[in-house]
Protein backbone atom coordinates (compact mmCIF):
# COMPACT_ATOMS: atom_id res chain seq x y z
CA UNK A 1 0.00 0.00 0.00
CA UNK A 2 1.38 3.31 -0.85
CA UNK A 3 2.03 5.92 1.97
CA UNK A 4 -0.46 8.74 1.90
CA UNK A 5 0.82 10.89 4.70
CA UNK A 6 -1.45 13.66 6.25
CA UNK A 7 0.91 15.92 7.92
CA UNK A 8 4.77 16.51 8.65
CA UNK A 9 5.25 16.76 12.25
CA UNK A 10 8.68 18.82 14.06
CA UNK A 11 9.70 17.84 17.07
CA UNK A 12 12.56 17.80 19.75
CA UNK A 13 14.27 14.68 20.52
CA UNK A 14 14.52 15.53 24.23
CA UNK A 15 13.82 11.83 25.38
CA UNK A 16 11.69 13.42 28.18
CA UNK A 17 8.86 14.52 25.62
CA UNK A 18 8.90 11.47 23.61
CA UNK A 19 6.02 9.53 25.04
CA UNK A 20 4.36 12.63 25.78
CA UNK A 21 4.77 13.88 21.98
CA UNK A 22 3.40 10.04 20.94
CA UNK A 23 0.48 10.72 23.05
CA UNK A 24 -0.27 13.94 21.92
CA UNK A 25 0.05 13.39 18.34
CA UNK A 26 -2.26 10.64 18.31
CA UNK A 27 -4.90 11.48 20.94
CA UNK A 28 -5.06 15.20 20.44
CA UNK A 29 -4.14 15.88 16.65
CA UNK A 30 -5.72 12.40 15.51
CA UNK A 31 -2.58 11.17 13.43
CA UNK A 32 -2.04 7.20 13.44
CA UNK A 33 2.08 6.44 13.07
CA UNK A 34 1.50 5.93 9.22
CA UNK A 35 -0.18 9.07 8.82
CA UNK A 36 2.54 11.83 9.51
CA UNK A 37 6.17 12.20 8.41
CA UNK A 38 8.32 12.93 12.00
CA UNK A 39 11.10 15.12 11.75
CA UNK A 40 13.39 14.79 14.82
CA UNK A 41 15.70 17.48 15.10
CA UNK A 42 16.88 19.69 17.67
CA UNK A 43 15.25 22.33 19.08
CA UNK A 44 11.91 20.89 17.53
CA UNK A 45 12.22 22.87 14.31
CA UNK A 46 11.32 26.13 15.42
CA UNK A 47 14.57 27.03 17.00
CA UNK A 48 15.96 26.99 13.65
CA UNK A 49 12.77 28.54 11.89
CA UNK A 50 12.68 31.49 14.10
CA UNK A 51 16.38 32.22 13.45
CA UNK A 52 17.32 32.37 9.85
CA UNK A 53 20.41 33.90 10.50
CA UNK A 54 21.95 32.14 13.50
CA UNK A 55 20.76 29.42 12.07
CA UNK A 56 21.17 29.67 8.14
CA UNK A 57 22.64 26.08 7.38
CA UNK A 58 20.27 24.32 9.49
CA UNK A 59 16.85 26.88 8.24
CA UNK A 60 17.84 26.08 4.35
CA UNK A 61 18.25 21.90 5.21
CA UNK A 62 14.86 22.06 7.30
CA UNK A 63 13.04 24.03 4.62
CA UNK A 64 14.55 21.78 1.95
CA UNK A 65 12.96 18.49 3.66
CA UNK A 66 9.68 19.93 4.46
CA UNK A 67 9.29 21.03 1.04
CA UNK A 68 10.25 17.65 -0.24
CA UNK A 69 8.10 15.31 1.91
CA UNK A 70 5.45 18.11 1.17
CA UNK A 71 5.84 17.70 -3.34
CA UNK A 72 6.42 13.82 -2.75
CA UNK A 73 3.71 13.17 -0.81
CA UNK A 74 0.45 14.87 -2.46
CA UNK A 75 -1.98 13.66 0.20
CA UNK A 76 -0.06 16.25 3.38
CA UNK A 77 -2.35 19.22 3.93
CA UNK A 78 -0.69 20.32 7.16
CA UNK A 79 2.77 21.21 8.96
CA UNK A 80 2.86 21.21 12.75
CA UNK A 81 5.56 22.26 14.36
CA UNK A 82 5.87 20.80 18.20
CA UNK A 83 8.30 23.27 20.73
CA UNK A 84 8.92 21.96 24.37
CA UNK A 85 9.73 23.99 27.58
CA UNK A 86 13.50 23.89 28.44
CA UNK A 87 15.10 22.89 25.58
CA UNK A 88 18.27 22.03 26.01
CA UNK A 89 19.09 23.10 22.33
CA UNK A 90 18.63 27.06 23.32
CA UNK A 91 21.50 27.11 25.67
CA UNK A 92 23.61 25.93 22.28
CA UNK A 93 22.82 29.25 20.55
CA UNK A 94 24.18 32.51 21.18
CA UNK A 95 21.79 34.79 22.23
CA UNK A 96 19.17 33.14 23.06
CA UNK A 97 20.22 31.30 26.25
CA UNK A 98 18.40 32.05 29.67
CA UNK A 99 15.71 33.97 27.50
CA UNK A 100 12.58 32.78 29.71
CA UNK A 101 9.55 30.84 27.08
CA UNK A 102 11.80 31.84 24.02
CA UNK A 103 11.25 28.49 23.01
CA UNK A 104 7.27 29.37 23.44
CA UNK A 105 7.73 32.88 21.71
CA UNK A 106 9.51 31.17 18.92
CA UNK A 107 6.68 29.67 17.43
CA UNK A 108 5.19 31.87 16.01
CA UNK A 109 7.37 33.07 14.71
CA UNK A 110 8.39 30.29 13.41
CA UNK A 111 4.92 29.60 11.52
CA UNK A 112 5.23 33.21 9.69
CA UNK A 113 9.31 32.15 8.26
CA UNK A 114 7.80 28.98 7.38
CA UNK A 115 4.38 30.71 5.84
CA UNK A 116 7.00 32.58 3.61
CA UNK A 117 8.72 29.04 2.61
CA UNK A 118 5.91 26.72 1.38
CA UNK A 119 2.50 26.07 -0.19
CA UNK A 120 -0.23 28.51 0.72
CA UNK A 121 -2.97 25.14 0.62
CA UNK A 122 -0.71 23.67 3.51
CA UNK A 123 -1.88 24.69 6.74
CA UNK A 124 0.67 25.40 9.53
CA UNK A 125 -0.40 24.64 13.28
CA UNK A 126 2.30 25.05 16.10
CA UNK A 127 2.01 23.57 20.20
CA UNK A 128 3.92 23.79 23.01
CA UNK A 129 4.99 21.80 25.70
CA UNK A 130 5.34 22.52 28.96
CA UNK A 131 5.95 20.94 32.43
CA UNK A 132 2.73 21.13 34.78
CA UNK A 133 3.95 20.33 37.63
CA UNK A 134 7.78 21.61 39.77
CA UNK A 135 9.30 17.75 39.77
CA UNK A 136 8.52 17.92 35.56
CA UNK A 137 6.80 15.07 35.44
CA UNK A 138 3.05 16.20 33.68
CA UNK A 139 3.45 17.57 30.82
CA UNK A 140 0.52 19.70 28.85
CA UNK A 141 0.48 20.95 25.37
CA UNK A 142 -0.69 24.64 24.54
CA UNK A 143 -1.90 25.63 20.81
CA UNK A 144 0.17 28.48 19.67
CA UNK A 145 -1.49 30.77 17.00
CA UNK A 146 0.92 32.80 14.71
CA UNK A 147 0.25 36.73 15.40
CA UNK A 148 0.18 38.43 11.55
CA UNK A 149 -1.49 36.14 9.01
ZN1 LIG B 1 14.47 20.19 22.99
Known amino acids: MDPHPLAVVTACGDPRFQRPFKYFTREELGLQRRDFVPIKIAGGGSAILAHPQQLKDEFVSLV ?3 RFYISHFGSI ?3 ILIGHEDCGFYRGISGLEGLADKEREDLP ?4 M ?3 SIDLHIVIEAYYAKFVDLEKTQI ?3 EVYSQSM
Not at 109 to 112: E, Y
Open 114 to 116: LRQ
Open 77 to 79: RRV
Open 109 to 112: VAMN
Open 64 to 66: RQI
Open 140 to 142: TFQ
